[in-house]
T-cell receptor, first 115, second 113 residues
């Protein structure tokens, strides 16, 4: 079975450019999470969706960040404009509700470098 | 609000020796507890989880953890480590419902030959 799929795996861009990160959750999972990992702050939750609806976006750092989930099999995280301090590894995770348990399955991450 | 404290940022241990990675949490509600492992340049892989029931939970790769409610701890142990266990280990907590995970800062396990 395919796990969580993220693209691109690596992204290098210049300050001021728009960046779009993509995620395909595990089929059948109804919750999707975006996390950011940095040396300074560790792993932190940015936003999560339940049944394609954003539930909690309190972790989104600024208005420059936005996330969408147009359907159950696709989500995007967009940064516009990007800044060097946005450099981090961005993880997407998904989980199923009910008897399948609350554990989250993580994708391989997108390593973003903003120059 | 929930928080997770991993007391050791780095733990060196000799190969085939036992190891314990410490994790303490704080939460005002009942929680689920997890340990994830991250190998270099990879995503996070679930090692084990505590949802309810028996306080001793066993996971993959010979790891186990014990939930202690009175001490709000969820320490990870392995009786004999292998060089391949070198990685970053994260303790995480999740409240009831579809909440995100709150992670500790991680513990870097270093296996010395």
């Amino acid at each position: 079975d395919a796990g969580v799929i993220q693209s691109p795996r690596h992204e290098v861009t210049e300050m001021g450019q728009e960046v779009t990160l993509r995620c395909k959750p595990i089929s059948g999972h109804n919750s999707l999470f975006w996390y950011r990992q940095t040396m300074m702050r560790g792993l932190e939750l940015l936003i999560y969706f339940n049944n394609n609806v954003p539930i909690d976006d309190s972790g989104m750092p600024e208005d420059r960040f936005s996330a969408k989930m147009p359907n159950a099999s696709f989500s995007t995280l967009k940064i516009q404009p990007s800044e060097p301090r946005d450099s981090a590894v961005y993880f997407c995770a998904s989980s199923a509700s009910g008897g399948a348990g609350p554990e989250q399955f993580f994708g391989p991450g997108t390593r973003l470098t903003v120059l | 609000a929930q928080s997770v404290t991993q007391l050791d940022s780095q733990v060196p241990v000799f190969e085939e020796a036992p190891v314990e990675l410490r994790c303490n949490y704080s939460s005002s509600v009942s929680v689920y507890l997890f340990w994830y492992v991250q190998y270099p340049n990879q995503g996070l892989q679930l090692l084990l989880k505590y949802l309810s029931g028996s306080t001793l939970v066993k996971g993959i790769n010979g790891f186990e953890a014990e939930f202690n409610k009175s001490q709000t701890s969820f320490h990870l142990r392995k009786p004999s480590v292998h060089i391949s266990d070198t990685a970053e280990y994260f303790c995480a907590v999740r409240g009831g419902g579809a909440d995100g995970l709150t992670f500790g800062k991680g513990t870097h396990l270093i296996i010395q030959p």
